[in-house]
């Protein structure tokens, strides 16, 4: 399906927008400043379950930023920078808004962003600050720039009562402006199309996931993928997209948590399982999707929850695990550096050699 850019209720200007820090104890510090740790094999998060046993997925978001630093978000201990020789972390303590980190971005400035559980931060010039100031007013004015970042809605799930609408945050250096996802009205209220991941694709389109759908903006028009767009329907699935990714050869791969991935080439829409007979004999974890990523030689990474990772060369699959050298289970990231290099976070953050996994931190 596609759109054009629609017109919704103009807003004014408004200034908007944490779990307790117990759980970085290694990493506590005084408000704006970070603590730095010697021993640089191994993150300082525990990976325990939070409150009422709450999920702790580890590592969810990596990025190697301009200087060479490489950053790791955790699912709710806050974010660690490493330059080499030390960490420096950081949580509410120190500015963030929120202690999970669900993505980190880099904009032409060299600050450091996260897009957090709640709301979104900054580092810069070695200090980090929640970031308040939002657009409203615009809500259609969809505009795409090669350095433009895009953030989720202010709540954790859903939205609040400044942004009334599904929809995402774009930035273009100086504004972070709300722009509406163009949903009919009944789907207007609609908590499943919240953010879950984002990618650039080719001649710069971005590509938004939510949990019903994928938004494609090329800068002209919005495509939706829903679930019967993605081809669920015959199946009698629906989807639940946690991840998006496209590749090198402009195939577009969308994760999902119960009905796995789909690949959209063209005109052509299959699920993994029609791609490749080995997937039909894979376990479940297959279906449960987090993370999808290609490495240097144009093979997919898809990261699972509960059957570490599989490598997808166009012909056959091969799951990694414990025994090549990636000991989480869970997969939450996959991302490629700036010299090629395949990382994957979860329990631990591991990089890929050519022929198994090395933990690196």
């Given at each position: 399906?596609?759109?054009?850019?629609?017109?919704?209720?103009?807003?004014?200007?408004?200034?908007?927008?944490?779990?307790?820090?117990?759980?970085?104890?290694?990493?506590?510090?005084?408000?704006?400043?970070?603590?730095?740790?010697?021993?640089?094999?191994?993150?300082?998060?525990?990976?325990?379950?939070?409150?009422?046993?709450?999920?702790?997925?580890?590592?969810?978001?990596?990025?190697?930023?301009?200087?060479?630093?490489?950053?790791?978000?955790?699912?709710?201990?806050?974010?660690?920078?490493?330059?080499?020789?030390?960490?420096?972390?950081?949580?509410?303590?120190?500015?963030?808004?929120?202690?999970?980190?669900?993505?980190?971005?880099?904009?032409?400035?060299?600050?450091?962003?996260?897009?957090?559980?709640?709301?979104?931060?900054?580092?810069?010039?070695?200090r980090v600050a929640a970031s308040t100031a939002r657009r409203y007013d615009a809500t259609d004015a969809w505009k795409l720039d090669?350095?433009?970042?895009?953030?989720?809605?202010?709540?954790?799930?859903?939205?609040?009562?400044?942004?009334?609408?599904?929809?995402?945050?774009?930035?273009?250096g100086e504004a972070f402006t709300y722009l509406t996802f163009p949903l009919p009205t009944k789907r207007a209220a609609d908590d499943?199309?919240?953010?879950?991941?984002?990618?650039?694709?080719?001649?710069?389109?971005?590509?938004?996931?939510?949990?019903?759908?994928?938004?494609?903006?090329?800068?002209?028009?919005?495509?939706?993928?829903?679930?019967?767009?993605?081809?669920?329907?015959?199946?009698?699935?629906?989807?639940?997209?946690?991840?998006?990714?496209?590749?090198?050869?402009?195939?577009?791969?969308?994760?999902?948590?119960?009905?796995?991935?789909?690949?959209?080439?063209g005109a052509r829409t299959a699920l993994l399982a029609e791609l490749c007979a080995d997937a039909a004999d894979a376990d479940q974890?297959?279906?449960?999707?987090?993370?999808?990523?290609?490495?240097?030689?144009?093979?997919?990474?898809?990261?699972?929850?509960?059957?570490?990772?599989?490598?997808?060369?166009?012909?056959?699959?091969?799951?990694?695990?414990?025994?090549?050298?990636?000991?989480?289970?869970?997969?939450?990231?996959?991302?490629?550096?700036?010299?090629?290099?395949?990382?994957?976070?979860?329990?631990?953050?591991?990089?890929?050699?050519?022929?198994?996994?090395?933990?690196?931190?």
């Amino acid at each position: 399906m596609t759109f054009a850019p629609h017109r919704c209720l103009a807003l004014p200007l408004v200034l908007s927008i944490a779990l307790p820090l117990a759980l970085l104890s290694s990493c506590a510090s005084v408000p704006g400043a970070a603590t730095t740790r010697a021993q640089p094999q191994r993150l300082p998060f525990t990976y325990e379950a939070g409150q009422n046993g709450m999920y702790n997925g580890g590592v969810r978001a990596i990025l190697q930023d301009q200087s060479g630093n490489y950053w790791f978000g955790s699912h709710f201990e806050g974010v660690c920078r490493f330059d080499g020789e030390r960490f420096q972390c950081f949580t509410t303590a120190d500015g963030l808004s929120d202690n999970q980190v669900r993505a980190i971005q880099e904009d032409a400035r060299g600050t450091i962003w996260f897009d957090n559980g709640v709301g979104i931060s900054s580092y810069s010039q070695g200090r980090v600050a929640a970031s308040t100031a939002r657009r409203y007013d615009a809500t259609d004015a969809w505009k795409l720039d090669p350095s433009d970042l895009w953030f989720k809605s202010d709540e954790s799930v859903g939205f609040n009562k400044f942004e009334l609408e599904p929809g995402v945050y774009r930035f273009d250096g100086e504004a972070f402006t709300y722009l509406t996802f163009p949903l009919p009205t009944k789907r207007a209220a609609d908590d499943g199309y919240s953010l879950t991941g984002m990618c650039r694709g080719q001649g710069g389109r971005v590509w938004l996931a939510t949990y019903e759908a994928v938004f494609g903006f090329d800068g002209t028009a919005i495509t939706m993928i829903d679930g019967a767009s993605m081809g669920l329907q015959k199946y009698g699935r629906v989807p639940h997209v946690r991840c998006v990714f496209e590749d090198s050869k402009g195939r577009l791969w969308i994760g999902n948590n119960g009905v796995g991935v789909v690949m959209i080439d063209g005109a052509r829409t299959a699920l993994l399982a029609e791609l490749c007979a080995d997937a039909a004999d894979a376990d479940q974890s297959l279906l449960r999707v987090f993370s999808i990523g290609e490495d240097r030689d144009g093979c997919i990474w898809i990261g699972t929850i509960g059957g570490g990772a599989w490598r997808y060369d166009g012909q056959s699959l091969r799951q990694f695990g414990e025994r090549d050298g990636l000991t989480t289970k869970d997969v939450m990231a996959i991302y490629r550096d700036r010299a090629g290099d395949l990382w994957l976070g979860g329990k631990g953050v591991f990089r890929f050699n050519g022929t198994s996994l090395d933990r690196m931190y």
